[in-house]
């Protein structure tokens, strides 16, 4: 299948999920995040369908975790960064039904501070290749990620696949969060 046939089918799925399952999602994945290593962990704040909720964020931070969240620039290019200070600093993102924090903006290069980088995906296989939603912005962004950084995306168990099709702009995932499996390493060693 084509990137966009994935997204189409992957996102099909997704809206057909009942709350309860969402929920129960939800607290598995908060649970596992709440023991990733390191002190920063740049994370999202999920919407739409995406798994997982601000409970999650909150659990980094009740590990003493320092919680940057990315802010989607004005024009294309790589995601701004600002602290996460509870969910009275979230408020209405560029885009319809995100909550970005109001705080100060960081800039770009703020990734390279993070141990761990949360991102949100539609698939990834086996290999590390990350499916996003085709806009670009983490694409743009990983490079400013320290080298031993842990890039780990988030995905419903369903959404681990054999094989994805590949850019070369691509960045690979070192590892998956999902709320069954927990966090798996990419790529897959059999």
Do not use: N
């Not at 939800?26 to 740049?42: I, N």
């Not at 294309?76 to 109001?102: M, Q, V, Y």
């Not at 927990?182 to 790529?187: D, H, I, K, T, V």
Request: a negative charge; proline letters at 9%.
């Amino acid at each position: 299948m084509s990137k966009a046939e994935w997204r189409s089918r992957i996102t099909a799925e997704r809206r057909s999920l009942v709350s309860e399952v969402r929920v129960r999602e939800a607290v598995a994945l908060a649970a596992t995040a709440a023991r990733l290593p390191g002190e920063v962990v740049c994370a999202y704040v999920p919407f739409g369908t995406e798994p997982g909720s601000t409970t999650l964020l909150d659990q980094l931070v009740d590990q003493g975790k320092r919680v940057l969240l990315p802010i989607v620039p004005d024009t294309p290019g790589p995601l701004e960064w600002a602290a996460f200070e509870g969910p009275s600093s979230l408020g209405p993102g560029k885009l319809r039904g995100l909550l970005e924090p109001t705080g100060r903006r960081l800039g770009p290069d703020t990734l390279g501070t993070a141990d761990v980088v949360l991102i949100p995906a539609l698939a990834v296989d086996d290999e590390g290749i990350r499916l996003g939603r085709g806009a670009g912005y983490y694409d743009r962004s990983l490079s400013f990620a320290a080298p031993d950084a842990a890039l780990i995306a988030v995905v419903r168990d369903a959404e681990l696949v054999r094989e994805l099709p590949a850019e070369p702009h691509d960045v690979r995932m070192t590892g998956v969060l999902t709320p069954e499996r927990g966090l798996a390493p990419r790529p897959v060693i059999d």
